[in-house]
């Protein structure tokens, strides 16, 4: 991709679950269990994981459309109920600290726009000690939900970042329309919750399967 070598970006922006953190098996037997636990269909894991990146509100109505406020409490706390009781013993994925330290040293801005609620994003900055890379962070009911814009145009407005020179990384299609709704490049990582073929379809700048190669491409290009 030629022109992609000739591109650098002071603001890149990463997804937080299935992009820096290996959540989305949890995230999507979560969701399953919790349906299971108050009588709603299971999905299968595959539309359990597309959802995954949304915020919880959404997340859950795209799963069980038309339940009633009551059933919907309920299930968001079956849902929380299962999630929390696997957090803790989510990890990072290996390599991502030391990518995040030499995106660092080399001069980058680094941010989170994420579907996890503010709570949640700061339990695992807690867990993880990793905080001190970002300079700004946006989640979920902070305001719109991906894929709208809201969130990175708060972000690089809160860093004075341009849409040319800002990245977004994620591993759901609804990050790369994030950064398409945005005006922002996006790099599409295949190791999370949606599978590369819907990646790919959107025309990401970059494709890549692996924290290493996603590693490789930021050197090149960012």
């Known amino acids: 991709m030629p022109e992609a070598a000739a591109r650098r970006f002071r603001f890149v922006v990463f997804d937080w679950d299935g992009t ?22 299971v999905p299968d894991e595959t ?40 957090d803790a013993a989510i990890p990072l994925f290996e390599g991502v600290t030391g990518m995040l330290a030499e995106l660092e040293a080399a001069g980058a801005l680094l941010g989170v726009a994420t579907g996890k ?22 989640c979920a009911d902070e305001g719109f939900p991906k894929p709208h814009p809201d969130m990175l145009l708060h972000l690089m407005d809160r860093v004075g970042a341009e849409p040319g020179e800002t990245l977004m990384i994620g591993d759901t299609t609804h ?3 994030l950064a398409h709704n945005a005006g922002v490049a996006a790099v ?8 590369p073929a819907g990646l790919a379809g959107l025309s990401p700048l970059g494709l890549v399967h692996s924290v290493s190669e996603l590693r490789q491409w930021l050197r090149a290009n960012a």
């Open 20 to 41: 820096l953190a290996d959540s989305a098996a949890l995230i999507a037997a979560s969701i399953q269990a919790a349906c299971r636990d108050i009588g709603e269909p």
């Open 175 to 177: 990050d790369v329309e």
């Open 117 to 138: 609620s503010r709570l949640g994003l700061d339990r695992a900055f807690s867990q993880h000690r990793i905080a001190h890379h970002f300079v700004a962070t946006r």
């Open 188 to 195: 599409a990582v295949a190791y999370g919750a949606h599978p």
């Open 47 to 86: 539309t359990a994981r597309y959802v995954i990146g949304l915020g919880l509100a959404d997340m859950l109505a795209h799963i069980a459309p038309g339940l009633s406020p009551g059933r919907t409490r309920e299930l968001t706390d079956r849902y929380r109920h299962h999630y929390l009781g696997g």
